[in-house]
């Protein structure tokens, strides 16, 4: 079954970075968009970032905009977002995801595939 395994995650001071990785299983994904999106416990999932397929495009939520980077590494089929000057409220379970839309790359419901997500915690 074709996947997404995220790692990186961990605990960190505030202010500390973390490069999160994403690495496709039993297929590649090469073609489609790519994002990261996060869950903090009793909220919604939210979109953080992600990558436009065909054009490479980057977008980012205003939270972390001028924070944290989306990059995508073709060769080695993998997908990173390194996150900067994190504070508390970045504190969720990250998750990436990929999708065959080319428009509307921000919006949760055009991902088709979905990692399990990686726990990150931000403490003062």
């Known amino acids: 079954q074709a996947q997404l395994v995220e790692s990186g995650g961990g605990l960190v001071q505030a202010g500390g970075s973390l490069r999160l990785s994403c690495t496709p299983s039993g297929r590649t994904f090469s073609g489609y968009g790519m994002g990261w999106f996060r869950q903090a416990p009793g909220k919604e999932r939210e979109f953080v970032a992600a990558?436009?397929?065909?054009?490479?495009?980057?977008k980012y939520a205003d939270s972390v905009k001028g924070r944290f980077i989306m990059s995508r590494d073709t060769n080695k089929a993998t997908v990173y977002l390194q996150m900067n000057s994190l504070k508390p409220e970045d504190t969720a379970v990250y998750y990436c995801?990929?999708?065959?839309?080319?428009?509307?790359?921000?919006?949760?419901?055009?991902?088709?595939?979905w990692g399990q997500g990686t726990q990150v915690t931000v403490f003062s």
């Open positions: 990558i436009r397929r065909i054009s490479g495009d980057l």
């Open positions: 995801a990929a999708t065959s839309y080319y428009n509307d790359y921000d919006a949760l419901s055009k991902y088709d595939y």
